[in-house]
């Protein structure tokens, strides 16, 4: 039917010719399109490779930006042998053989030897160390492609041998230079919108720029010639793209998670949310960080807010996804939109810096331990007084090791219910009893039959 994305007539023209991107690939560095950084006139990248002196390198960048292109001109400019190698299907036999014909290739011509990694991520420890004693010895000059984080993913001292070259999304004005090159190779036209479209949904990846003109310049070709691309059939062509969720994204998405909802901004909370979920991450790992997020950004400013990331985390091993998204959205909403406070961590981290710096601090004697046999006789527990005891419900006196006397490692911010805590902290600091409490509120009737470890033990 004419609403098919791919009509019998258009896949078979897309059929019978390469791809565009592959057709558009630059044969010269001032073909490529974007990273002026690196291929900018008197940049780096650049330099090395018109002066044929490049080292072992990591282009390391989203799909899309140029990786593969940069090696295809690197061969065409070197006077070296290159060599192109799929980490996905190479074996450590491959990275033997390559290291066996370049030793004998400089030992006969004095030539050396360009290796091209491709997906150098998806090379496993083995087959990086087989690899690393020649790139050591500079027998092969490394020229690694990769999306994820090499710091993550290659290892140490291969990466340390390696310059690193971070290739990024391409401009939406580069990818709109880059239909223009497509629209001219295939004879077409395009209405702004559509092209405009095509750039803003691209995410800064060429080739599915491309990928997307070429289908949409085929489908344009079936109502008339020359071709006149249209904002419908660039939104046929606009393929669901998946999303590009590396293992430094998940770092980066989740910091980007956590900060838009300590900022209180729901709405971010919610996008980073769902770009999570779109992208396959654990409902468990986001229900974790919220729960943490909880006591760390919020605390008491809302002590609510715990309760509610825990049942959010509840409901996703209780009902699971796809359904659980829905107590995970309800969850980023009220913590975005809660009073923040990180007074309890800061009291955390006061306290365990204490502990290291001054450890070893001996626990008073009423607050020890006075259950055992002969605990009593070595005075332990004696002179506790029991708040549950007091008209108040409190009273003063010491619970710190002696070195700490005076030490406040907890103070109550402004926001939300912790404010309320200010004054009564004040008045218990200050030797005062509980001031929310009644006036005239009766003594406690004592029990004679309870035990004294409610009253001397570790209450």
Do not use: C
Not at 156 to 164: A, C, F, G, N
Not at 168 to 185: D, F, K
Not at 235 to 255: C, M, N, P
Not at 306 to 332: K, M, S, T, W, Y
């Amino acid at each position: 039917m004419a609403d098919d994305l791919f009509s019998a007539s258009a896949a078979d023209e897309l059929a019978r010719q390469a791809p565009l991107a592959a057709r558009l690939r630059p044969t010269t560095l001032d073909d490529v399109v974007g990273q002026e950084h690196l291929l900018g006139a008197g940049k780096p990248l650049r330099t090395l490779i018109e002066a044929d002196r490049l080292s072992s390198v990591i282009l390391w960048g989203p799909p899309g930006t140029g990786k593969t292109s940069i090696a295809q001109l690197i061969a065409h400019r070197t006077s070296k042998a290159f060599v192109a190698l799929s980490a996905v299907s190479a074996t450590v036999k491959d990275v033997r053989e390559v290291i066996a014909a370049a030793e004998e290739r400089l030992g006969h011509y004095g030539q050396g030897t360009i290796l091209f990694l491709d997906e150098v991520h998806r090379f496993n420890k083995a087959q990086q160390d087989a690899l690393l004693p020649a790139v050591e010895s500079g027998l092969i000059v490394l020229v690694g492609a990769t999306t994820e984080n090499p710091f993550f993913e290659v290892n140490p001292p291969l990466l340390s041998r390696s310059t690193l070259f971070r290739l990024q999304p391409l401009s939406q004005s580069a990818i709109r230079e880059l239909l223009h090159r497509g629209l001219t190779l295939e004879e077409a036209e395009a209405e702004p919108d559509a092209l405009d479209l095509l750039a803003e949904r691209s995410g800064g990846d060429g080739r599915h720029a491309l990928t997307s003109l070429e289908v949409a310049v085929a489908l344009a070709r079936e109502r008339s010639r020359p071709a006149t691309v249209t904002v419908t059939d660039a939104e046929a062509a606009l393929d669901t793209k998946a999303l590009r969720y590396g293992r430094d994204e998940h770092y980066d998405v989740i910091s980007a998670f956590i900060k838009s909802i300590r900022g209180s901004d729901p709405d971010a909370g919610l996008y980073w949310l769902a770009r999570m979920l779109e992208s396959g991450e654990d409902a468990r790992f986001i229900a974790r960080r919220l729960v943490i997020l909880a006591s760390e950004d919020i605390g008491n400013a809302d002590p609510m807010g715990l309760v509610i990331a825990d049942a959010a985390a509840r409901a996703v091993e209780f009902v699971g996804l796809p359904e659980a998204q829905l107590n995970l959205a309800q969850a980023v909403v009220y913590l975005a939109t809660a009073p923040k406070s990180n007074r309890s961590a800061i009291g955390l981290w006061r306290a365990q810096q204490a502990v290291r710096e001054r450890a070893g601090g001996a626990v008073p004697p009423h607050l020890r331990d006075s259950h055992y046999r002969g605990a009593t006789a070595l005075g332990h527990g004696s002179g506790y007084r029991y708040p549950h005891d007091h008209p108040s419900g409190h009273v003063a006196q010491q619970y710190l090791p002696d070195e700490l006397v005076g030490e406040r490692f907890y103070e109550p911010s402004q926001h939300g219910f912790e404010a309320q805590l200010i004054d009564r902290l004040s008045a218990w600091r200050n030797g005062g009893s509980n001031p929310e409490r009644r006036a005239g509120a009766t003594r406690a009737v004592q029990d004679p039959d309870r035990s004294t470890s409610h009253r001397h033990g570790d209450r």
